[in-house]
């Protein structure tokens, strides 16, 4: 970024290059044509431009504006004259050249040519577009460069999105692995500042079971399934749009159909799904890919394919994780120590491949846990049978065991599944609530995890052997591997940094519709002291929160002390814009009953 001065030396010598052609306008003025593109008028270009300017709708109040286009420079010109400050983006050094030996020749602007992937680097434009900020696009610019200029705006609106709070809701399933991941998502977001719904559905299962359970005739049964999961749709898509986010991330089983993502569209809400699925094993990804603006995943390689065989042109892997807030060491009490303790355990569905790999484990002292495990072999193994565990008791048997054995499922294999390629959540787990443990090596496991230093691997029950007899021997080993593992997670792998990927890959595609639909900068009470001075009665009572409160009223509340208490003059003021709004809403609520 330098100034137009800075740059004349360089484009002095710069030499037109065939198809760009310079001519006298009517007016007399310089004017030029470009691929058959006239950059301004043929009759009257400064004219033209200040007609531009008037037309643009720019804000009297933010006064600083990029001009993406520098033309011949008459809109530039016009723009200093009216007291912006300008900064230019150009993608021809040539058509730069005209401008600065023209309009611009005694100008004193900031002015960028060429690639705009490099502006990003640029500290100068970064300050820039920290700060408020205009865009004007020169619009013959963006008839010869309609890819540069929609990069330019990617760009700016990506760097500009990152200081703001988004509103992001979160659509739930009733029942399944995904449920407990989308209220792990949902507190992600919230942990990042932004604004959050999480619309949880669970509490419909119950009833779902009961209305299609309590029916004999399968299509009668299937029937009011349907209605039920229609209902459910038609009761999130009414929270979401009241709620009305920038984001909607929609979770894998979620009762909505391939409809719901249109809806959203009509709102402006950008949508996602993550299909925290094996692909091969739960179809229906087919009817929904297409249908969100971006398809997040766990799968590398051939589901990539599928989905772009499907039609899926914004797709992404985004693996699962672990909540700290959840996935932590627990102390076991002497009671849990003989519910618990055991040389090795598994955690976990029984699917066939897993049952008939821990037959070959039952001469150890080992605890299965989970569901559908119907080997009759292992059933003396089984702890709680048919029981969900909580993550309460998950975070017990980690602590529990010597060694946790991590299996992923397959219905294809009878052991370790060599075309596994869906790492589970269960890794991301153990490893942060402080468990040892060992796993087959899914593919692309390795990207997430140190094999020698952090998780150790087996690919056939032999190996597994192997290790479980070397480390049930060497609990030093264990720990210090265990504490590697853990480390990583919480420094790379919590939902926290799922959901900023997440949100890196959105703003992204969709940063400007995000800042046309609205957001808005969220700042923390620390911030607003600092602000407001932190020896002023303001600044004073926020430093009294924690920190990294979001200054809202909302959450302000959490704070007040009721009505009827001695109340600080900071606390007054907010404890009477809380009974103004209350007052207000119930106000707004009979007017609507009548």
């Known amino acids: 970024m330098k100034s137009v001065r800075a740059w004349a030396p360089d484009l002095a010598t710069e030499p037109l290059r065939e198809g760009i052609e310079t001519e006298r306008a009517q007016s007399g003025e310089t004017t030029a044509r470009v691929q058959g593109v006239y950059l301004h008028s043929r009759y009257r270009p400064r004219e033209e431009a200040a007609r531009l300017i008037d037309d643009a709708g720019l804000s009297s109040i933010v006064r600083a504006v990029l001009v993406v286009g520098i033309g011949c420079g008459y809109h530039v010109a016009e723009l200093i004259a009216r007291g912006y400050r300008v900064t230019i983006f150009e993608p021809d050094r040539c058509v730069a050249k005209i401008a600065i030996e023209s309009a611009l020749a005694d100008s004193d602007v900031m002015l960028a040519i060429g690639d705009p992937d490099q502006l990003i680097a640029d500290s100068d434009f970064l300050k820039l577009t920290r700060a408020d900020l205009q865009i004007l696009v020169h619009p013959p610019t963006e008839r010869l460069h309609p890819e540069v200029v929609a990069a330019v705006r990617r760009h700016v609106a990506s760097i500009q999105i990152v200081s703001k709070s988004l509103s992001v809701a979160v659509v739930g399933p009733m029942y399944g692995g995904s ?207 048919e029981e969900r565990f909580t993550p309460e008791t998950f975070a017990k048997i980690v602590a529990g065991a010597s060694i946790n054995l991590n299996l992923h499922s397959s219905a294809t294999h009878s052991g370790v599944d060599p075309r596994c390629d869906a790492v589970n959540p269960r890794v991301f787990e153990i490893a942060a609530c402080g468990g040892f443990q060992i796993c087959d090596p899914c593919n692309g496991l390795s990207n997430f995890f140190d094999f020698e230093s952090e998780l150790p691997v087996y690919r056939d029950l032999k190996q597994c052997r192997t290790l479980i007899d070397h480390f049930l021997k060497a609990p030093d080993e264990r720990r210090v591997l265990a504490d590697n593992a853990r480390n990583r997670a919480l420094r790379e792998h919590t939902y926290t940094h799922r959901a900023q990927q997440m949100l890196d890959n959105l703003t992204s595609l969709f940063a400007g519709q995000m800042l046309a639909k609205g957001v808005r900068v969220q700042r923390t009470v620390s911030e607003m002291a600092e602000r407001a001075g932190k020896e002023s009665p303001l600044g004073r009572y926020l430093s009294t929160l924690p920190p990294n409160t979001l200054f809202s009223q909302t959450a302000l509340n959490n704070f007040i002390p009721v009505m009827g208490t001695p109340l600080s003059h900071p606390e007054g003021v907010f404890a009477y814009l809380r009974e103004l709004r209350t007052s207000a809403e119930q106000l707004l609520a009979l007017f609507d009953g009548a």
């Open 179 to 385: 449920l407990p991941i989308a209220s792990y998502l949902a507190r992600a977001f919230e942990h990042l500042g932004h604004r959050t719904l999480f619309v949880d559905t669970s509490d419909a299962w119950d009833l779902y079971q009961r209305v299609t359970g309590t029916v004999r005739s399968k299509n009668a049964s299937g029937q009011l399934g349907s209605l039920l999961a229609n209902v459910l749709e038609q009761w999130a898509y009414a929270q979401v749009a009241e709620f009305a986010p920038n984001i909607c991330i929609v979770m894998a089983q979620a009762p909505v159909g391939p409809s719901f993502p249109a809806r959203l569209c009509k709102e402006n809400i950008v949508s996602a799904f993550w299909f925290v699925e094996n692909w091969r094993h739960m179809p229906y990804w087919r009817q929904v890919c297409r249908e969100y603006d971006c398809f997040f995943h766990l799968q590398p390689g051939e589901f990539e394919l599928k989905l772009e065989e499907a039609g899926c042109r914004r797709h992404t892997l985004v693996q699962t994780g672990c909540d700290p807030d959840v996935h932590k060491p627990v102390e076991l009490s002497h009671a849990d120590q003989n519910e618990f303790g055991c040389e090795v355990a598994f955690a976990g569905a029984g699917y066939n491949n897993r049952s008939q790999f821990l037959l070959g484990l039952t001469d150890y002292h080992l605890r299965i846990w989970g569901t559908e495990w119907n080997a009759r072999e292992l059933q003396p193994f089984l702890s709680h049978p």
